[in-house]
């Protein structure tokens, strides 16, 4: 049986602790962040972006390349367990199939300055085909304005040390909203990614 890891109890004081705390945050500091930052911007000035605006899928690759744990075992409580859940959701029992449901972090990088995604999930089809829905992090419950797919209101994660089966109801209901979106996209971009067990509520 899978394990829901029990989330630790943010303390609330500041939307950047929060993600932290929950997701992970891109080290910024790292040198060799640093220096690819500095090429990736170069190139979008030479290419006619201003303010040192980095477009989305060259900030999807730099955030997916220094990510600070494991995208196919990362080590915060949301990016854990919604993790686990979407695998739930989607079926995927052996080990092969879970691993291509992957996690990032992107808080800090451009794709988050920028694009207001806090962080990311991928699924990848046994063709090869991927599909990805993003996330906005925040604690203040009355944000109405966001870019990512999914808002999650540090107020609406139950907390699971005092009723586990809300949490683990409210990480379902999360894994297929992602499904659902995820879904959505792939008909806007004519791809034809597989979505093995999806609920008829998530295929509607």
Known sequence: MKRYYQPEKFSGETGDLFEFQQIGQIDTQNPEYQKSLRILRAAEAASGMANDYVRFKSALKLAKEYQPYDPTNPDKPFARDIRIALQDALGLTAEEEMDRVKFYTAARSPLDLFHGVDAFV??????????????????????????????????????????????????????????AKMIVKQLHEHKKVIFPNASPETKA
Do not use: C, H, W
């Open 122 to 179: 991928e699924y990848t089809d046994e063709s090869g085909n991927t599909a990805r829905a993003t996330f906005d992090l925040t604690l203040n419950p009355n944000k109405m304005a966001y870019k990512s797919d999914i808002i999650i209101s540090g107020e609406d994660i139950p907390d699971a040390s005092a009723d586990k089966k809300a949490y683990l109801q409210y990480m379902d209901s999360v894994a297929r909203q992602i499904i």
